[in-house]
T-cell receptor, first 115, second 112 residues
Framework: AQSVAQPEDQVNVAEGNPLTVKCTYS??????LFWYVQYPNRGLQFLLK??????LVKGSYGFEAEFNKSQTSFHLKKPSALVSDSALYFC?????????????FGAGTTVTVRA | EAQVTQNPRYLITVTGKKLTVTCSQN?????MSWYRQDPGLGLRQIYY???????DKGDVPEGYKVSRKEKRNFPLILESPSPNQTSLYFC???????????FGEGSWLTVV
């Protein structure tokens, strides 16, 4: 069975400081990994994904994530956080193409960036 | 504009009163799915469909039904809603490769 762990319920950083949101996963085979962001009272917005290739993936709004196979991690990073980055972040994983494209989500990490 | 549209966005209903949440996508996607989001649990899959007339259970299907009569539509049916189905519901769709899954804006459902 596939699963995702986001070990931190909340992350608090000051504006301008680096932001890291942690994610580890468990899946059979090579993982497809995703980050989504949810702003208050809004739907899920896709940030970035790792399917194959370069372990460092760049996405929307200046975010990036690094796939680390040996540590089964896919941490989300931003070099300089903005107040507008305050939101709920979800990491998700799915197995390689199969009968079910189900995404398994972590519980989410609430990011608060203070001015 | 490519989008997944859900309706209603907000609904308060009473226990036992049948309701349907509609979902429509304009991207000609084969794959569609329903998730529910609950605090501390992330999103959990309810049902999914790989194509027209093909549906299957996800992780939490109890109390829900779906149908896929047309490629663009994938309604979620609660035949007899109960308070434990109070949640935020998301519809999602993707092409057959499943590489990028698009989500709707969400439907807040409260059952009293």
């Amino acid at each position: 069975a596939q699963s995702v762990a986001q070990p931190e319920d909340q992350v608090n950083v000051a504006e301008g400081n680096p932001l890291t949101v942690k994610c580890t996963y468990s899946v059979s085979g090579n993982p497809y990994l995703f980050w989504y962001v949810q702003y208050p009272n809004r739907g899920l917005q896709f940030l970035l994904k790792y399917i194959t290739g370069d372990n460092l993936v760049k996405g929307s709004y200046g975010f990036e994530a690094e796939f680390n196979k040996s540590q089964t991690s896919f941490h989300l990073k931003k070099p300089s956080a903005l107040v507008s980055d305050s939101a709920l972040y979800f990491c998700a994983v799915r197995a390689p193409p199969s009968n079910d494209y189900k995404l398994s989500f972590g519980a989410g990490t609430t990011v608060t960036v203070r001015a | 504009e490519a989008q997944v549209t859900q309706n209603p966005r907000y609904l308060i209903t009473v226990t036992g009163k049948k309701l349907t949440v509609t979902c429509s996508q304009n991207m000609n996607h084969e794959y569609m799915s329903w998730y529910r989001q609950d605090p501390g649990l992330g999103l959990r899959q309810i049902y999914y469909s790989m194509n027209v007339e093909v549906t299957d259970k996800g992780d939490v299907p109890e109390g829900y039904k779906v149908s896929r009569k047309e490629k663009r539509n994938f309604p979620l049916i609660l035949e007899s809603p109960s308070p434990n189905q109070t949640s935020l519901y998301f519809c999602a769709s993707s092409l057959k490769d499943g590489n990028t899954i698009y989500f709707g804006e969400g439907s807040w459902l409260t059952v009293v």
